[in-house]
């Protein structure tokens, strides 16, 4: 039984005692009615207060009470009389289908719209209400003795002004596929906001290597901002099948110009940008010289190797034969032979002559790619002799953790690299051997295979992905810290060995990038390293050292910059530093991280650098931190899933169909 009926029910009792009751003596003249309308009148009021305590001043039908007319004055107590708003919500829509009605029927118009042959006729004030650009028209006085005013719109589909007059009347619109570029033309004109934003996200849905260079110009030309950055983004995450494209040879140069000069680009080296750029000119051989050296200068031509200028950039005669192109690619063959001559002109703003802004320097990364972090192996919890071979993903959009198929071998401190969008587990410690063994994980098929094994058993190594190789350096035996080096051919399943590293590092990191793999840190026997070195793919060479010794620390390339994260070197890190392509120097981060860590996994996604996990001196550690750069900060954030201490990491972008070489430690 509900309140309402307990109410009726509880006062029909009292009606009847009260009337019974002639010991009341002041309520006799009161009659049976008044009482009856009194007591519904408190009823109808106490229900109104349960709608008000639960949040609602509206009125439900179901508990609405019909007032009994009093036939006489009420005696006794009175009842205090409440205002009430009555919503009807089926209101609006009933009344403005009535005047789309009365505008299909032509009642009550009072102005006609001319499109092409087609006169609209419309209610001013319904127009003026949903449609900013009528407003300015209609809201000055009426002349006397005006009743219907006359307008022309010109250059608008005549069909795109009756829908968008429709969506006036009705709310809805409908987009396709073939009217969309109008109807947000036409939306622009008259300044229908929800119309555009409808448009752009109907494009945005829509956007594919096709047709997205054609979406970047509309939404350019009529200032759409949010669509044309989103194409953008498009853009630099699918460069790579872009441009491989034959719509890439139709795109209007300064369209060509201002992709080539993104930072953002989504590459695995320079090489791609400047077949891009000879694509793109190839298809428009009588391009004007001044737009050839403006497009050629967005090239960072000094991070293609030597060998690759001399082989391609110097032989393509529609550069060669261009005397300002030309003078790019000396400067460039410059900074090859004299990197210090180079830097000084870079910081020198007295002499322009090689002057480069100085983001240019840094290769390429695209910042707003999301990833699916890997997280693999490692140590069962606060154990140093059981690895394990679980293995868990993050995805970074959804921040939700997935688990994995299981390594066919348990291993610790392994070395992780992505290939082709593959995720290798290589070497490693099972808590009784060091391994040589290498296995590789498909995202597409959700499936673990073997593949051939390494020449020599490795805990700790170094790993990394270059050039369409795997390569795998240092690390240790059970004896002793090597040296050597070796690669991988995913095509033909072998290992080779490559020449070996200058020194002995177990416990260094890896990171490939401008077709470089850079080595940083690690240890030996003896002691801990600062030193980087450099592998080109046939030679090692020295490169400036870190600031602090480091091993069983993280490194990666983040925004252009190579980074390296926590480690040991006899006390346990938690400090950040980072070295610029572009100055040729390593900077300590201001913002430390919250914890100690050593033997770090680093990953990044997005504009976000993540640091997973390790051991703090005490404790192995389940917790994230996140460092954000636009705001110089890390924050903890959460806990790995199954997962503490040391572990693989890697990242493998979650959007795009060409897969970056990558690698975490």
């Not at 291993?411 to 992780?416: Q, S």
């Not at 399943?493 to 793999?517: H, I, L, T």
């Not at 997005?606 to 931190?625: C, Q, V």
């Amino acid at each position: 039984m509900s309140n309402v009926e307990v109410i009726r029910d509880l006062t029909e009792s009292l009606i009847a005692q009260f009337i019974e009751n002639d010991s009341l003596q002041k309520y006799q003249n009161v009659t049976k009615s008044q009482v009856q309308g009194a007591v519904k009148a408190a009823v109808r009021a106490f229900k109104f207060s349960l709608n008000i305590q639960t949040g609602t001043s509206t009125i439900r039908p179901e508990l609405d009470v019909k007032l009994a007319d009093a036939d006489g004055p009420l005696r006794g107590p009175k009842t205090e009389s409440k205002e009430v708003i009555c919503h009807k919500s089926s209101l609006f829509p009933t009344c403005f289908n009535r005047l789309a009605k009365f505008r299909e029927e032509s009642k009550a118009i009072d102005v006609v719209i001319k499109s092409g042959p087609l006169r609209i006729g419309a209610h001013k004030v319904v127009i003026c209400s949903a449609i900013p650009y009528f407003q300015g028209l209609f809201m000055s006085p009426v002349a006397p003795g005006e009743t219907e005013v006359s307008i022309e719109i010109p250059g608008v589909d005549p069909a795109i002004i009756i829908s968008l007059i429709e969506w006036a009347y009705r709310g809805e619109i409908k987009l396709t596929n073939e009217t969309v570029q109008s109807l947000l033309v036409a939306a622009g004109y008259l300044g229908c906001e929800q119309v555009i934003t409808a448009c752009c996200d109907f494009i945005d849905r829509r956007m594919n290597t096709d047709n997205v260079l054609e979406v970047v110009q509309v939404a350019e030309s009529l200032s759409c901002h949010d669509l044309a950055r989103r194409a953008r983004q498009f853009i630099d995450r699918h460069f790579c099948d872009l441009f491989a494209l034959p719509v890439w040879g139709s795109a209007p140069p300064e369209i060509v110009m201002s992709i080539l000069g993104s930072s953002d680009l989504y590459v695995e080296q320079e090489a791609n940008v400047w077949s891009a750029f000879k694509n793109w000119l190839i298809a428009n051989p009588s391009c004007l010289p001044e737009l050839v050296h403006g497009m050629l200068s967005q090239v960072r031509l000094h991070l293609l190797p030597p060998q690759f200028i001399r082989d391609e950039v110097l032989v393509f005669d529609l550069v060669s034969s261009n005397i300002q192109c030309r003078n790019l690619i000396d400067d460039a063959i410059l900074r090859h032979c004299n990197v210090e001559f180079s830097r000084m002109k870079v910081c020198d703003p007295d002499d322009d002559g090689l002057l480069i802004d100085s983001e240019r320097l840094n290769p390429r990364y695209c910042s707003h790619l999301q990833n699916h972090i890997y997280l693999l192996g490692g140590f069962a919890s606060n154990a140093v002799h059981e690895s394990i071979n679980i293995v868990d993903m993050f995805d970074s959009s959804s921040k939700q953790w997935k688990h994995m198929p299981q390594m066919s071998r348990c291993r610790g401190r392994l070395g992780v690299a992505v290939l082709n969008g593959m995720l290798y587990a290589l070497g490693g410690f099972d808590c009784a051997v060091r391994l040589n063994s290498a296995e590789r994980f498909d995202p597409k098929t959700n499936k673990w295979e073997t593949v051939a094994s390494m020449l020599f058993c490795r805990s700790a190594p170094a790993c990394s992905a270059m050039n369409g190789r795997l390569y795998v350096s240092g690390g240790y035996n059970g004896e002793s810290c090597l040296n050597s080096c070796e690669r991988y051919d995913p095509v033909r399943d072998v290992w080779e060995e490559v020449p070996s590293m200058q020194r002995s590092r177990s416990a260094a990191a890896a990171v490939c990038f401008a077709g470089k793999m850079f080595v940083t840190g690690g240890c030996d026997v003896v002691q801990f390293f600062n030193s980087v070195e450099v592998f080109d793919g046939k030679k090692w060479t020295e490169f400036p050292p870190m600031i602090h010794n480091r091993c069983r620390h993280g490194s990666l390339v983040f925004q252009g910059k190579l980074w390296v994260v926590g480690g040991y070197n006899g006390r346990f890190l938690q400090t950040c530093e980072q070295y610029s392509f572009a100055t040729q120097q390593w900077t300590p981060m201001t913002q430390e991280m919250n914890v100690r860590r050593a033997r770090v996994g680093v990953a990044s996604s997005g504009n976000k650098l993540y640091a997973i996990g390790g051991y703090d001196g005490m404790t192995n550690l389940s917790s994230i931190e996140i460092y954000n750069p636009e705001e110089g900060t890390w924050s903890l954030a959460g806990n790995m899933n199954r997962h503490e201490g040391g572990v693989g990491v890697a990242a493998i972008p979650n959007n795009c169909s060409e897969i970056l070489d990558t690698i975490s430690i």
